[in-house]
């Protein structure tokens, strides 16, 4: 008999006794992951916040994890790793064990951002985490100061073709730089960037009019827009605010294709079982509905988004395309 035809044999039989044993034995894997999901969560949760507490998503992270452990019974534990603009603590949510036991916080800037701008973000987003739930939705919104008597967004346009050279735009963050340039690709409108350090230093400025404009969390200008100290012009996103009804969107202004705004969401490491993906987003969504967690977003002009998981998925996969577009344009992807 030809020793070739014996070896393929051989080798099929080998193959097919593999495949059998692999198939045998998946029954036992469900049934694991099933018992895991039963008895999870057996303790407390780790929540990793890729920034320095005090900021606007541990601030959202703290709602959401004391709103959590009244439903679950257990702490929700927020592990704050400010290092590498939010690089650090992703990966570290990334290579966390998949159990349930441990999950990021995600922004637009280190799912979307900085894996397009960033070589140390050699992470693939949505590959590596699984999106669980989105915890906060914040519009942003473009201020101008009060001593240029503009009120809406055309009305900027306007002004900067008659003052070339003129206008200022303050910022002090990579999604309010990429705003700018964004706006300047889809409207032709020219503002030359001044750094800051952050955003009080950013405003004070604007308030003074040392500087003319800025685009920010609606959480952080709402004080100075209820004050009277600058005038907001657009909702650089597509849907209205209810804390400032009478402000255009950005669709509203004519500008279309453009968006910017804030998010927070949890993602868990990419093989963490369905069952506690799907119980995570479930309790998320309980949780922010209670009272106290919804009297807290409204102080802060945080909006609450109802998602389960396919629709937070969505919702991600759309930012993290709009982002990878925008940057692409501004010439400024890795």
């Known amino acids: 008999m030809n020793i070739s035809l014996v070896s393929a044999r051989n080798i099929r039989r080998s193959a097919l006794k593999r495949i059998a044993a692999a198939v045998a034995l998946l029954p036992v894997a469900l049934s694991l992951d099933s018992?895991?999901?039963?008895?999870?969560?057996?303790?407390?949760?780790?929540?990793?916040?890729?920034?320095?507490?005090?900021?606007?998503?541990?601030t959202q992270t703290r709602i959401w994890g004391e709103?959590?452990?009244?439903?679950?019974?257990?702490?929700?534990?927020?592990?704050?790793?400010?290092?590498?603009?939010?690089?650090?603590?992703?990966?570290?949510?990334?290579?966390?064990?998949?159990?349930?036991?441990?999950v990021v916080m995600g922004v637009a800037s280190t799912i979307a951002i900085n894996p397009v701008i960033n070589k140390a973000a050699d992470y693939k987003p949505l590959e590596d985490l699984q999106p669980v739930a989105l915890t906060g939705y914040t519009p942003y919104v473009m201020v101008v100061a009060n001593n240029l008597n503009i009120k809406t967004l055309p009305e900027l346009i306007e002004y900067g073709k008659a003052h070339?050279?003129?206008?200022?735009?303050?910022?002090?963050?990579?999604?309010?730089?990429?705003?700018?340039?964004?706006?300047?690709?889809?409207?032709?409108?020219?503002?030359?960037?001044?750094?800051?350090?952050?955003?009080?230093?950013?405003?004070?400025?604007?308030?003074?009019g040392r500087a003319s404009a800025a685009i920010l969390d609606i959480s952080s200008a709402l004080p100075f827009i209820r004050s009277g100290s600058v005038t907001p012009i657009v909702m650089t996103g597509p849907d209205k605010s209810s804390a400032l009804p009478d402000v255009q969107t950005i669709d509203e202004?004519?500008?279309?294709?453009?968006?910017?705004?804030?998010?927070?969401?949890?993602?868990?490491?990419?093989?963490?079982?369905?069952e506690i993906v799907e119980y995570l987003n479930a309790k998320t969504r309980e949780a922010l509905k209670s009272e106290k967690a919804k009297a807290r977003f409204d102080e802060l002009a945080i909006e609450f988004r109802d998602y389960d998981v396919s629709q937070t998925r969505e919702f991600m996969e759309k930012q993290v395309a709009g982002w990878k577009t925008l940057i692409e344009k501004a010439g400024a992807a890795k």
Not at 35 to 58: H, R, W
Not at 71 to 93: D, F, Y
């Open 67 to 102: 709103a959590m452990a009244q439903l679950i019974g257990h702490r929700i534990i927020v592990e704050n790793v400010p290092a590498t603009a939010g690089v650090s603590g992703t990966k570290q949510g990334i290579a966390a064990e998949p159990d349930g036991y441990t």
């Open 164 to 208: 070339e050279g003129e206008l200022t735009y303050a910022g002090w963050t990579t999604v309010g730089e990429f705003a700018r340039k964004g706006l300047e690709l889809q409207t032709g409108l020219k503002m030359i960037p001044v750094p800051y350090k952050g955003n009080t230093e950013a405003m004070t400025d604007v308030i003074a």
């Open 35 to 58: 018992a895991l999901a039963q008895e999870y969560p057996a303790k407390s949760i780790t929540a990793v916040v890729p920034f320095a507490a005090g900021g606007g998503s541990d």
């Open 253 to 274: 202004a004519g500008v279309k294709n453009y968006f910017i705004d804030s998010w927070t969401a949890i993602f868990a490491p990419k093989d963490t079982p369905k």
